[in-house]
Nanobody, 115 residues
């Protein structure tokens, strides 16, 4: 059973930056797809960013130009660099991986953007 563990969340002021990291318990080289999702209180979980094995990234319109996803198969991690944060980015951020067609989720890390 693959385990994904997120880290790097916290409280940041509007306009600030945070870097989230997700570490996998297995070699990510064979993972088809790695992604970040988020869920704000009262909302459904939504897509944030993803990167396929071939390295092509994809972003939600709301974070384009501000967030950057990056896989590091040598370290079994996927990171999410978040810049120019806004209060509406406040949510629990979840790491997701697709392995042989099966989805795996981390437990999430809280990001709060507030002054």
């Amino acid at each position: 059973q693959v385990q994904l563990v997120e880290s790097g969340g916290g409280l940041v002021q509007p306009g600030g930056s945070l870097r989230l990291s997700c570490t996998a318990s297995e070699n990510t080289f064979r993972f088809d797809h790695m992604a970040w999702f988020r869920q704000a209180p009262g909302n459904q979980r939504e897509f944030v960013a993803s990167e396929f094995r071939n390295g092509d990234p994809s972003y939600a319109e709301s974070v384009k130009g501000r967030f950057t996803i990056a896989r590091d198969n040598a370290k079994n991690t996927v990171s999410l660099q978040m810049n120019s944060l806004k209060p509406e980015d406040t949510a629990v951020y979840y790491c997701n991986a697709i392995i042989d067609g099966e989805p795996y989720w981390g437990r999430g890390t809280q990001v709060t953007v507030s002054s």
